[in-house]
């Protein structure tokens, strides 16, 4: 039987990382299912979904530990689903970037029990003035029960505090 497992994966960035970890993989009969493999400051990051049979588990950990030599840390993790019935959005954040931004919209989630599923974030040079600019999409969950304009009049009041524009589209099944 197989079962879902998350590989939490960061270290030092060379050619052949994704190579040896999917190596280990494949040499425990798992499947590499969806990833977010990442360069960032020097630094190779990511998570991994994959499916693996269950008594290989402890087997690939520790064939993926070995790869601390090579200054890689890899964690398997078993991977379960809440099945809790959620709504889904998606947010648009783009402003003239300054300190605290993911902050103050991550706290607005936290205090309403809401789940960030994922965030990509960047600063990026504004048209025209060159100013640096942040933008981020996230994608939130949520119970259906969520008052969807106290969450909007939320979010305004912090877009209007940080100058930022905040779009939010919710995601109907």
């Known amino acids: 039987m197989t079962k879902p497992f998350i590989l939490s994966i960061i270290g030092d960035d060379k050619p052949g990382l994704v190579d040896a970890i999917a190596s280990s993989v494949a040499a ?7 990833s977010q493999l990442t360069h960032l400051a020097g630094k190779f990051a ?5 499916s693996l049979p269950t008594e290989q588990a402890d087997a690939l950990a520790e064939q993926l ?4 030599s090579t200054g890689l840390s890899v964690r ?6 809440s099945g809790v019935p959620s709504t889904k959005a998606s947010l648009s954040v783009i402003g003239p970037d300054r300190p605290g931004i993911v902050r103050e919209i991550s706290q607005a989630f936290s205090r309403r029990d809401i789940n960030v599923l994922k965030l990509n974030s960047d600063i990026v040079p504004a048209p025209m003035t060159n100013e640096p600019l942040f933008q981020a999409s996230i994608a939130i969950s949520f119970s259906p029960e969520q008052d ?3 969450l909007e009049a939320a979010l305004d009041l912090i877009a209007e505090d940080m100058t930022v524009d905040i779009d939010i589209d919710y995601c109907e099944d």
């Open 46 to 50: 990511g998570i991994v979904l994959i």
């Open 76 to 81: 398997v993790s078993p991977a379960e689903s």
């Open 28 to 34: 425990n009969g798992g499947n590499w299912q969806t």
């Open 65 to 68: 530990k070995a790869l601390s």
């Open 148 to 150: 969807r304009l106290e």
